[in-house]
């Protein structure tokens, strides 16, 4: 079964200075990796991918991703962050074996807040 | 704008009663997943469809039906419905049947009451 953890409920950071969500995967195959930003009231916005080649991703709004698959990671990253990024992230998995299920299995959610 | 449409927004409704979601997958889009969000349980994993037919099953009660109809939009059936399926509901589409990058709608808030 593939599963996605993000272990930090809460990201806090203040505005100009680096921001990282952690992102931890398991799949029995390789993985499909994804970003997800989700604003009150509204729906899933995607931010980046990472399916095959270069293991720094980048994507919307100025964020990159690194994949790591000795550590099974996939941090998301932005070098300065900005108040308007507070929202909900999540990073979604999906297992390249078709057998282990056509679909994304989301992480719980990393609520980010940048403070001015 | 994700080009996915989801209505209603918002359905308030008593237990015991039946609802049903409706969304349009973006244009060209020919697979149809529907998610379910709770602050429990996060972000699950409902059903998919593609041009019409099932093709996966995640998490999703037996009181719970879906179809997908030949114009591709697709509905959400809830029935006997209980406190605890209060959420929001969630359909996102994709280009093709094997799922890479899905795009979301804005979601319909269910209230049970």
């Known amino acids: 079964a593939q599963s996605v953890a993000q272990p930090e409920d809460q990201v806090n950071v203040a505005e100009g200075n680096p921001l990282t969500v952690k992102c931890t995967y398991s799949v029995s195959g390789n993985p499909y990796l994804f970003w997800y930003v989700q604003y009150p009231n509204r729906g899933l916005q995607f931010l980046l991918k990472?399916?095959?080649?270069?293991?720094l991703v980048k994507g919307s709004y100025g964020f990159e991703a690194e994949f790591n698959k000795s550590q099974t990671s996939f941090h998301l990253k932005k070098p300065s962050a900005l108040v308007s990024d507070s929202a909900l992230y999540f990073c979604a998995v999906r297992d390249r074996n078709l057998a282990a299920g056509n679909k994304l299995t989301f992480g719980g959610g990393t609520r980010v807040l940048v403070k001015p | 704008d994700s080009g996915v449409t989801q209505t209603p927004k918002h359905l308030i409704t008593a237990t015991g009663q039946r609802v049903t979601l409706r969304c349009s997958p973006r244009?060209?889009?020919?697979?149809v997943y529907w998610y379910q969000q709770s602050l429990d349980q996060g972000l699950q994993f409902l059903i998919q469809?593609?041009?019409?037919?099932?093709?996966a099953k995640g998490n999703i009660l037996e009181r719970f039906s879906a179809q997908q109809f030949p114009d591709l939009h697709s509905e959400l059936n809830l029935s006997s419905l209980e406190l605890g399926d209060s959420a929001l509901y969630f359909c996102?589409?994709?280009?093709?049947?094997?799922?890479?990058?899905?795009?979301f709608g804005n979601g319909t808030r269910l209230t049970v009451t």
């Open positions: 244009s060209g889009d020919l697979s």
């Open positions: 469809y593609y041009n019409g037919e099932e093709r």
């Open positions: 990472y399916i095959t080649g270069d293991n």
């Open positions: 996102a589409s994709s280009a093709r049947e094997q799922v890479t990058t899905l795009h």
